[in-house]
């Protein structure tokens, strides 16, 4: 096993039991903790002055850090056989999904435009997170979510479809109740959408709301009718949910020959 | 095979490997769909100022190919053994419901009325989107859909007849508690309904709400209770899609034979 | 069989084909439907002085039925076997939960006390629609939800006992948080309780909410925390409907001998 | 049976037919009761100034009670096999959860300072209410509460994990759609996170809403996709308790040898 091979198993694909990559893993994750919590921090205008070189300094380090890691990504992805050849396979590798958040993450920094561009971008570096997904103990739970998901594609489709039916009807139908009433608020038909949205999703702010006796008795109709559907995809992926997990765990045993029951 | 019988096949009711009737389809539902975007741009008042001739020439090329698409149904529909009589068929196929909605789609155009009349009436060509039902791949959903809400038909007319009951009843004692102190807002039973509808779907704008001790007292009590119950229905569906997922999927066999167990 | 009989037989408890107590039962739910839309109406301010005549005409001729019926059902309850001693039944009959409502319903009418006190306990005569509940066609969904609901009272109980101590606990944490700020909104814990309600079952009106950090905070995390518990009880008692259903619907049957595969 | 074991089994560990235990139990917990409901009271100004006597009186008896109850509870403790040694096991005692509850309902009163502190801490003696759940009957259902959460540990924190990551993502866009325009409200990722909360629990209090186009149709996007995922926990915890009950209640018997058929 040469340095190459090691150092791309420490970066990137581990066994459970290798203590090194764990380790590796555990300082990036937190690195990537960190750094998000910066970035929270940061925000706060207030703190951001008080304590602007240390925020710089740590964006300094962590960059650092990051471009490194990139880097014995890049140098040690042809020991994978995914992307063995030396220039094909490093390309393929910059441009895998996982390999584009890292560089967007550390990216910015190195472009001479300071100030709103830079911070925006750096907000990708939340994306990271996502290489949590590749810690194996919740495999398991990714994988079911994917297989429920996938198990119902096809009825979350047409549930979208109908969702952005309703949205669409129920938008249409309250612009023309209550446009001629608050031609400010209910101003077009977009406009309408953000009241259906936060209706048919109940949350509510009260910053739009029908005011005509029609407007009303519509949205009544359409919030009652509307709620249930667009809850119904959360019911689906939980039916799902269950319908997985009881295939997973119901085993029917014949007594007569202890042989399973197959469904 | 004439002239007539393959118009209709293309319409109306094509078979799965019919090329001709697929791109038909296809293109109708581009167009349906292009004109529900123009809809709703032309309701934002800069845009329609702006391209106001844009809009009118998309119209007026949009309406002819409706009326031509309607009129080759119209001429053909006799070949469908659901409309053969030439003139009790063709009166029959206006009065389907898929076929009013075409014709409320193409009729405001020729109606010399200008302006507020012509532009409502267009959003009916919203619905025209329900053909997408038709397509083959969604029908199996859609079936489903239908059948669930068959199976729960009873449970949700009795949970409808609770709901409404317990929106009246609300309604009135929070029209006894507020109307005194708000008389403006819960001016009458009818309009503190709208606040029954907005506290029990958990929208809540905050445009109505009580401010007296007893009024908060007997909110709390309905919104605590009455949630669950205008919940139910979407957890009845939700159940429903799980038995009919399940009755489908789950087959027990017998070791012995291989011969299903029945439910 | 004897007038009496037949009388209590029309009014109070028919059998499926008994054409004559069919036509007295819908007439007496219109009747109920006609006066519920008539006191919604008259809540209506502009209406009720517009129509005052035709209102006050509508109500003598209600509670004349209304106390004819109830006469009836008073002179006749001795035939059935609840009711058959003529002064002790007759008053148990009085005290029944269903002949209160009917007392309720007409009792203001006679009471000679004009204004405001008649028309709240009016209202009562909202309560008939109970009513409904004996029509015999929904008994069984009715059974259904009285069933689960008992077969998940202890569920309940003690889901009812953590809500109210998690709306107890974060309603007298934001009370110490936003008590200093808001001295005037979150005056007293009673009037959190008010924020904690509309927070948790996700109503928000607005009118009330945590402007400090801390109280923001807090908030936050029991709002992420309660509202899945507020949600508990209408997923128990969907889960309830489910398997209810499922206990009536699936019968194994063994592919040998016929027999079902008892559960 | 010495006084010291009696003790402890009235105070503590009684048998289901111990009618001392129980009568003692019941007390407690009144006076529990008693003692939120003071506090609740007292939280209303003008009541605890025209009260203030009694609610002292009460205090001063309430915690006189409790006192004797703890220091009855430490003294008989170590007749428990969990606590045995007298020191050791009393010290044990003393910190384990249940003790610190009862020992935080009674200090703040000796402790010399008078006022805010001691209101705030006396809330405390909220949590003694968790004394119920020892209380038998309710055993059962704490028991499958745990057991589904348990059970549904792993997906449990993983749904945290995803919705961790979609606060912080939805929050960082906002703030960078909003800030600009609206910089008082939406005035740093933390403040946004308030913002992200309301929404994606559909609470929606409407004390911060996005107003840029921008900035609603991102929230209509996170809000359509995020709310599920907020209610993906209560619906995991839901099918868990289905799961859990149909565990218990569905047995297969095979009708030849009446066997069950093990799942």
Not at 46 to 70: D, K, P, R, W
Not at 118 to 132: D, E, K, P, S
Not at 225 to 254: H, N, R, W
Request: with cysteine; glycine share 4%; aromatic share 14%.
């Amino acid at each position: 096993m040469n340095i190459k091979q090691r150092t791309w198993e420490i970066v990137e694909a581990a066994q459970d039991n290798d203590k090194a990559s764990w380790y590796f893993d555990v300082f990036i994750m937190l690195l990537i903790a960190l750094n998000i919590f910066a970035s929270i921090l940061e925000s706060v205008a207030t703190l951001e002055l008080a304590y602007l070189q240390y925020f710089s300094l740590f964006e300094i380090f962590s960059v650092t850090i990051f471009t490194i890691e990139y880097l014995a990504r890049l140098w040690s992805c042809t020991t994978s056989p995914d992307y063995q050849n030396p220039i094909k396979g490093r390309i393929r590798f910059i441009f895998s999904p996982m390999s584009l958040i890292d560089l967007f993450a550390i990216g910015p920094f190195f472009i001479p435009f300071i100030g709103y561009d830079l911070r925006t971008l750096r907000a990708l570096r939340l994306f990271r997170v996502l290489r949590l997904a590749k810690a194996s103990r919740y495999s398991k739970s990714l994988e079911l979510i994917k297989k429920v998901v996938d198990s119902r594609k096809e009825e979350l489709v047409i549930t979208t479809i109908f969702m952005a039916t309703f949205l669409l009807a129920s938008s249409t139908v309250l612009y023309f109740c209550e446009n001629p009433t608050q031609p400010d608020k209910f101003s077009s038909i977009p406009a309408t959408m953000w009241w259906a949205i936060a209706t048919l999703t109940t949350v509510g702010y009260g910053d739009i709301y029908p005011i005509t006796a029609l407007g009303k008795v519509c949205a009544s109709i359409f919030a009652i009718l509307g709620i249930g559907m667009f809850a119904l995809p959360t019911g689906i992926l939980g039916a799902g949910f269950v319908e997985e997990i009881q295939k997973k765990k119901t085993k029917l045993v014949c007594p007569h020959c202890q042989k399973e029951i197959k469904k």
